[in-house]
């Protein structure tokens, strides 16, 4: 894995910009699962200030890694929020935008979602395979919706499932493992003092890490995983002597 050292949220989402558009740059459409939470705010602001044609949206069909399963009017639809930060404020055709829908059924959404995969992503040895898929990281370790209190769920055959937020019991409907490891970059995107022990361990003892935590088990097939952190999250690691 490779990871980036950012002190300022805008040179993180700069150089996150800079590999959107090197992916971009290579294909006539480029697929991306969006993280959701609070994080990719600040990169999704970015985007929407860039000057017009700066990225050619067009180009680029919108999924998710996870949703939680409310309408898309709730404010904790990363739809919702992916809309307020991003759609909103640039031209992206509809058509573009495939949304887990929330406010159906989670497990008929789950398989409807994981169906629709396999239909309009390319497959890389049968699995669907994102260009780009953005992931975020809980302080638990925990990455899409996959917590460690089920991290038996990072197996599943399917390509969704439906999981539970351990503490709120809501419902997801969330990426499995075989899909995410299946991406050809997955690029996670960690800010925050409060995620830094798990980058820590994550990243310094990748093994014990792997049985407890979620996010220590994306090992994409690619090899090409990305770290994008802010010098808080990687407050615990050997410092660098020159921070990007
Ligand atoms: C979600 C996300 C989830 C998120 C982490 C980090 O639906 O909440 O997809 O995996 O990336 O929980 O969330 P923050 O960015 O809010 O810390």
Redesign the pocket.
């Known amino acids: 894995m490779d990871i980036e050292i950012f002190k300022t949220k805008d040179d993180l989402n700069k150089a996150f910009t800079d590999r959107l558009k090197e992916v971009i740059s290579k294909k006539d459409t480029v697929t991306i699962a969006l993280?959701?939470?609070?994080?990719?705010k600040s990169l999704f602001d970015y985007w929407a200030q860039l000057p017009k044609g700066e990225i050619n949206w067009s180009k680029i069909r919108f999924f998710?890694?996870?949703?939680?399963c409310v309408p898309p009017t709730d404010n904790e639809s990363?739809y919702k929020m992916t809309k307020q930060h991003l759609f909103d404020w640039v031209p992206i055709p509809e058509e573009n935008i495939f949304r887990i829908q929330g406010e159906n059924d989670p497990e008929s959404e789950a398989r409807r979602y994981g169906e629709l995969l396999n239909h309009e992503l390319e497959t890389t040895v049968g699995i669907p395979s994102f260009d780009i898929l953005m992931?975020?990281?809980?302080?638990d370790g925990?990455?899409?919706?996959i917590f460690p209190h089920k991290i038996m769920f990072w197996h599943s055959p399917q390509n969704c499932m439906v999981a539970n937020h351990p503490l709120s019991g809501q419902q997801?409907v969330?990426l499995s493992g075989k899909v995410i490891n299946a991406a050809k970059n997955v690029f996670f995107?960690?800010?925050?003092e409060?995620?830094a022990e798990k980058v820590k361990e994550i990243i310094e003892q990748p093994d014990s890490a792997k049985e407890k935590y979620p996010a220590a088990l994306v090992q994409p097939e690619s090899g090409n995983l990305l770290w994008f952190l802010d010098c808080e999250a990687a407050k615990l690691l050997p410092q660098p002597t020159s921070p990007s």
């Open positions: 993280s959701g939470g609070s994080t990719p998710w890694g996870d949703e939680r990363n992931l975020g990281m809980g302080d925990h990455t899409a919706s997801r969330s995107l960690v800010t925050g409060n995620k």
